[in-house]
Every structure is written in structure tokens, then in C-alpha cells.
């Protein structure tokens, strides 16, 4: 349930992993199609964030033009007896499951049934302070009710069944952490408290609520609860490691633990789907949708990046909607662009690791700068520009007079001097274009083993290049 926050991946041939078996591709039926070129981009960086990270495998869903546009799986699912992963394998999602529980508070306001303002007393009396805290505050972590899963591994206690009760009898009725809406700290017991309240107003479990109200109208057909039991024998086993150490299967939490902040199981091909209701906005009402992604803003005017189950960011120059996930044995990453109608899943099978994160962040950027037909020109023109600075040498054609001054003989000593060294990038894509003094700018993220940066051009209606630069990636 925790949320996979490292943000690397790193590029290298997939045909060299490919010879030593550690990349599987499978294509799956889509409704939409990316160019061949695209393809093999992402398959090189599932390849390369694999064998970087050592994750076993990722099974990665792209969706562009709100359809689902790219469906691949990589590594072993399995490693005795090795398996590959397939897209139909459902993996679990972590915390990614809350946005679904946010969902169902919604629908449930929708039916008249609730309020994000109520009380969570109205429901659920017996907890600290209930009369003070909001729906609201619960499904956006500003409640002030302390977490009580903030590990990254599975304790003793956690290997024995419990109930959700049993959860909030411990940690909701500790005092608060903070007064409710003066601070944000992200606490899976919110979505415990969110959960028995969807129960107890709709009548139904959960899982039963959520497969009549969401699953079922969205066609997603193979999720799983893996509250109630672990994934079966078709699925990909969960790993983890010691430090450094070899892979070894990860422990299974006990029943009753997931509850609600982290339950779910699906493919990265359901998730998908979920992803292009959102775009679509095509299960809840508009006004439920402001609700779910509409930044929550504490009572002294700080801003949270959060909306209801979900980060809402700036991404790449973008609006996003994302969130990660982590339960023991799996991570996951699950990245919206409504207004671009792009969304990136990326599901792997090993926790405490960064290749969900660091995969689905490497390919968004290439979705995103797609649409513009001059982005592999001016990419191929950037590379070109950056490699001949590494040598102290540019095409001054290529730039104004201003640009040119710029780059006088000390400057290409210190862009010599210090990119130089550096060697190839492993990895130079556009993350960032936008407009700014007439001009239009185009960020770049350079990629070496060690550090990673950004170069930026400014580019006159001309073509010319008013600017290059580089610098630290933040």
C-alpha cells in the first residue's frame, strides 16, 4: 500500500537482454496503435529498468487518444519454474486501489446517500475526534489519523488474519497526529475508515460494491481480492530482497489487511480501462470528477498535490493524475494525462523497487511530445547539438547572434570540460514543450549512469536556436 516514489530508469538494447532471456514481449489485441518506433522505445526502457533494477518483470499498458494503444509484458513472472510474463496476468496494485474506493464514496454522493463534508461520526462514531474529521479529509489524507501500515516490509503481527474493525480499534482511536485539514500525511487507516463507510451506507461488501458499480460497467473482468487470498497459480509470484541479496518469494499479509488501501489485483490491461473512464469521464459525473482531482487545500492556504486517491501534479509541463502502489511483493504506477488522453500502467513483481516508477516515467514523456511532428527532428537536432558541446564544437548556423555570443571560447571550454567526460548518454528524450516570448522551448532529460540532466533550447519562428542549455536535473 505504500507509494513507490524512486523516479530512474536507464536505457540499454534489448536485443543483447533478449539473447539472455530476460525479456519477454507479448502482444495483446489493442484498439490503437503506436509507430513502430515508439514501440521499440518502450520496449528498451522496461528492458533497461529491469536489468538495471533487477525487478523480475513489468507488464506496462499505454493508452493514447483515450484507447488503449500498447500492451506488453517483460521478464518472469516466475522463477521456479521460470515463467514469462503474459499481459493477462494480474498483479497487485497497492495503494492504486484507493482511487477505486475514492470512486465509490463519489458514486455514493451521487446517490444522495453522503457528502464529502459529512462527519465521518454520521457513520462510524466511535473513532477519535470522528465529529471533527470530513469524508473529505479521509480520502485526502489531511484526516489526522495516524498510518498504520508506514513499513516497507510485512511485520509479525501482519502475518495473522484481522478485520477492519480491529484495524480502526488500534489506530483510529489514537489522538490525531494533527488537527484535521491543517496538515497532509499519507495514512492507509483513511482508506480502512473510507471503506467500512462505503459498506455500511451501500449495504454491500465492498468488493461486491465495487464489481457492480465499477468493474462490470468497465468491462474489467479478471480483477482480484487479494485481501482474501493470494494470487493463484497463473499469476506472478510477489518478490523481495534483502539489501543487495538474491530474490526470494515475499511473505503473503493476512487476511483483513488490505482492506480497502490496497486490495486490488488486476492487469495492467484493467487498469487501462479504469484510466480511460477517467479520461472519458465516462462513469461519474462531472462534478464528481472536479472532486476526485481537484488539489486539497489546507486551512492556511498550503496546497497538497493531492485530490481524492490521487496526486494531482505538473508532469512533464502537464497535468497529471497518478498515484503508485506497493504491497508486500509488488509495486505499480499508474499515470493519467486527461487532458492529453494519455495514461501510462506499469505493474512489476517485486516491492520496495523502483523499475513501476522509473519505467512509467520515462515513456509518458515520449507519448506526450508525440503529437508534435517536428519533436524527431528537433531531438535528432539536440543530441546532435549536445554531443558537439561535449567536444567544445557547435554548427553556429544553427543559432542567432545572441546564442552565438553566448557560446563564446570559455563557454565551450566548460561545456567541454565538464559534459565531456560524461561519455554517451544513456538516454536523451523530450520531457517538456511550451511556449514562452514567441518562442517555443523544448526540454530535454539526458541520462548517464551516474547523474541525470536536463538541456533546454529556445527556438525562433525561424528555426534558429536562441538558447541551449544544461544544467543539474532537478
Same mark, same amino acid.
Given at each position: 500500500?505504500?507509494?513507490?516514489?524512486?523516479?530512474?530508469?536507464?536505457?540499454?538494447?534489448?536485443?543483447?537482454?533478449?539473447?539472455?532471456?530476460?525479456?519477454?514481449?507479448?502482444?495483446?489485441?489493442?484498439?490503437?496503435?503506436?509507430?513502430?518506433?515508439?514501440?521499440?522505445?518502450?520496449?528498451?526502457?522496461?528492458?533497461?529498468?529491469?536489468?538495471?533494477?533487477?525487478?523480475?518483470? +513489468?507488464?506496462?499498458?499505454?493508452?493514447?487518444?483515450?484507447?488503449?494503444?500498447?500492451?506488453?509484458?517483460?521478464?518472469?513472472?516466475?522463477?521456479?519454474?521460470?515463467?514469462?510474463?503474459?499481459?493477462?496476468?494480474?498483479?497487485?496494485?497497492?495503494?492504486?486501489?484507493?482511487?477505486?474506493?475514492?470512486?465509490?464514496?463519489?458514486?455514493?454522493?451521487?446517490?444522495?446517500?453522503?457528502?464529502?463534508? $459529512?462527519?465521518?461520526?454520521?457513520?462510524?462514531? $466511535?473513532?477519535?475526534?470522528?465529529?471533527?474529521?470530513?469524508?473529505?479529509?479521509?480520502?485526502?489524507?489531511?484526516?489526522?489519523?495516524?498510518?498504520? &501500515?508506514?513499513?516497507?516490509?510485512?511485520?509479525?503481527?501482519?502475518?495473522?488474519?484481522?478485520?477492519?474493525?480491529?484495524?480502526?480499534?488500534? &489506530?483510529?482511536?489514537?489522538?490525531?497526529?494533527?488537527?484535521?485539514?491543517?496538515? &497532509?500525511?499519507?495514512?492507509?487507516?483513511?482508506? %480502512?475508515?473510507?471503506?467500512?463507510?462505503?459498506?455500511? %451506507?451501500?449495504?454491500?461488501?465492498?468488493?461486491?460494491?465495487?464489481?457492480?458499480?465499477?468493474?462490470?460497467?468497465?468491462?474489467?473482468?479478471?480483477?482480484?481480492?487479494? $485481501?482474501?487470498?493470494?494470487? @493463484?497459480?497463473?499469476?506472478?509470484?510477489?518478490?523481495?530482497?534483502?539489501?543487495?541479496?538474491?530474490?526470494?518469494?515475499?511473505?503473503?499479509?493476512?487476511?483483513? &489487511?488490505?482492506?480497502?488501501?490496497?486490495?486490488?489485483?488486476?492487469?495492467?490491461?484493467?487498469?487501462?480501462?479504469?484510466?480511460?473512464?477517467?479520461?472519458?469521464?465516462?462513469?461519474?459525473?462531472?462534478?464528481?470528477?472536479?472532486?476526485?482531482?481537484?488539489?486539497?487545500?489546507?486551512?492556511?492556504?498550503?496546497?497538497?498535490?493531492?485530490?481524492?486517491?490521487?496526486?494531482?501534479?505538473?508532469?512533464?509541463?502537464?497535468?497529471?493524475?497518478?498515484?503508485?502502489?506497493?504491497?508486500?511483493?509488488?509495486?505499480?504506477?499508474?499515470?493519467?494525462?486527461?487532458?492529453?488522453?494519455?495514461?501510462?500502467?506499469?505493474?512489476?513483481?517485486?516491492?520496495?523497487?523502483?523499475? +513501476? @516508477?522509473?519505467?512509467?516515467?520515462?515513456?509518458?514523456?515520449?507519448?506526450?511530445?508525440?503529437?508534435?511532428? +517536428?519533436?524527431?527532428?528537433?531531438?535528432?537536432?539536440?543530441?546532435?547539438?549536445?554531443?558537439?558541446?561535449?567536444?567544445?564544437?557547435?554548427?553556429?548556423?544553427?543559432?542567432?547572434?545572441?546564442?552565438?555570443?553566448?557560446?563564446?571560447?570559455?563557454?565551450?571550454?566548460?561545456?567541454?570540460?565538464?559534459?565531456?567526460?560524461?561519455?554517451?548518454?544513456?538516454?536523451? %528524450?523530450?520531457?517538456?514543450?511550451?511556449?514562452?516570448?514567441?518562442?517555443?522551448?523544448?526540454?530535454?532529460?539526458?541520462?548517464?549512469?551516474?547523474?541525470?540532466?536536463?538541456?533546454?533550447?529556445?527556438?525562433?519562428?525561424?528555426?534558429?536556436?536562441?538558447?541551449?542549455?544544461?544544467?543539474?536535473?532537478?
Amino acid at each position: 500500500m505504500h507509494r513507490a516514489t524512486l523516479r530512474t530508469a536507464f536505457r540499454l538494447t534489448i536485443l543483447l537482454l533478449a539473447c539472455f532471456g530476460v525479456v519477454t514481449r507479448t502482444n495483446a489485441q489493442t484498439q490503437a496503435t503506436l509507430s513502430p518506433e515508439m514501440q521499440h522505445n518502450i520496449d528498451d526502457i522496461a528492458a533497461a529498468a529491469l536489468a538495471k533494477t533487477g525487478v523480475p518483470s +513489468a507488464s506496462v499498458a499505454v493508452v493514447k487518444d483515450g484507447q488503449i494503444a500498447y500492451l506488453h509484458a517483460y521478464g518472469n513472472a516466475r522463477l521456479d519454474p521460470q515463467t514469462a510474463a503474459t499481459p493477462p496476468m494480474r498483479y497487485s496494485i497497492g495503494s492504486v486501489s484507493k482511487q477505486f474506493t475514492a470512486a465509490s464514496i463519489l458514486l455514493l454522493q451521487e446517490q444522495g446517500k453522503l457528502s464529502l463534508d $459529512d462527519k465521518v461520526g454520521k457513520f462510524l462514531p $466511535d473513532l477519535t475526534r470522528a465529529n471533527d474529521v470530513t469524508i473529505r479529509e479521509i480520502l485526502s489524507h489531511t484526516s489526522g489519523y495516524q498510518d498504520y &501500515w508506514p513499513q516497507d516490509y510485512v511485520m509479525p503481527g501482519m502475518l495473522q488474519p484481522t478485520t477492519a474493525r480491529k484495524i480502526l480499534d488500534v &489506530w483510529a482511536r489514537k489522538p490525531l497526529d494533527f488537527e484535521p485539514g491543517t496538515k &497532509w500525511q499519507y495514512s492507509n487507516t483513511n482508506y %480502512v475508515i473510507a471503506g467500512l463507510i462505503v459498506e455500511k %451506507v451501500s449495504g454491500q461488501p465492498l468488493l461486491q460494491f465495487l464489481q457492480q458499480h465499477i468493474f462490470a460497467p468497465l468491462d474489467m473482468k479478471t480483477v482480484a481480492d487479494t $485481501d482474501q487470498a493470494k494470487l @493463484g497459480d497463473t499469476d506472478p509470484t510477489g518478490y523481495m530482497r534483502y539489501a543487495l541479496g538474491p530474490l526470494r518469494p515475499a511473505p503473503k499479509e493476512g487476511t483483513g &489487511w488490505l482492506f480497502a488501501a490496497g486490495e486490488l489485483a488486476m492487469p495492467a490491461e484493467d487498469l487501462a480501462r479504469w484510466d480511460i473512464s477517467i479520461i472519458n469521464q465516462s462513469l461519474l459525473k462531472p462534478a464528481s470528477y472536479r472532486d476526485f482531482a481537484t488539489e486539497v487545500v489546507l486551512t492556511d492556504g498550503l496546497g497538497t498535490r493531492y485530490g481524492l486517491g490521487v496526486d494531482v501534479r505538473l508532469e512533464f509541463g502537464h497535468r497529471a493524475l497518478e498515484h503508485s502502489g506497493e504491497v508486500s511483493g509488488f509495486t505499480s504506477e499508474n499515470d493519467v494525462y486527461p487532458d492529453d488522453r494519455v495514461a501510462v500502467v506499469v505493474l512489476t513483481n517485486e516491492d520496495a523497487a523502483e523499475a +513501476a @516508477g522509473a519505467i512509467a516515467k520515462s515513456i509518458a514523456p515520449l507519448l506526450l511530445a508525440s503529437d508534435d511532428p +517536428a519533436t524527431p527532428e528537433k531531438l535528432a537536432q539536440a543530441q546532435k547539438i549536445f554531443a558537439g558541446l561535449q567536444h567544445g564544437t557547435i554548427d553556429r548556423s544553427l543559432f542567432t547572434a545572441n546564442a552565438n555570443f553566448y557560446f563564446s571560447e570559455q563557454a565551450l571550454q566548460d561545456f567541454s570540460g565538464s559534459l565531456g567526460p560524461l561519455g554517451a548518454p544513456q538516454e536523451f %528524450v523530450q520531457i517538456r514543450q511550451a511556449l514562452r516570448g514567441g518562442m517555443t522551448l523544448r526540454v530535454y532529460s539526458v541520462k548517464f549512469a551516474k547523474i541525470e540532466l536536463q538541456a533546454w533550447t529556445y527556438e525562433m519562428p525561424d528555426g534558429k536556436l536562441e538558447q541551449f542549455q544544461v544544467a543539474p536535473a532537478d
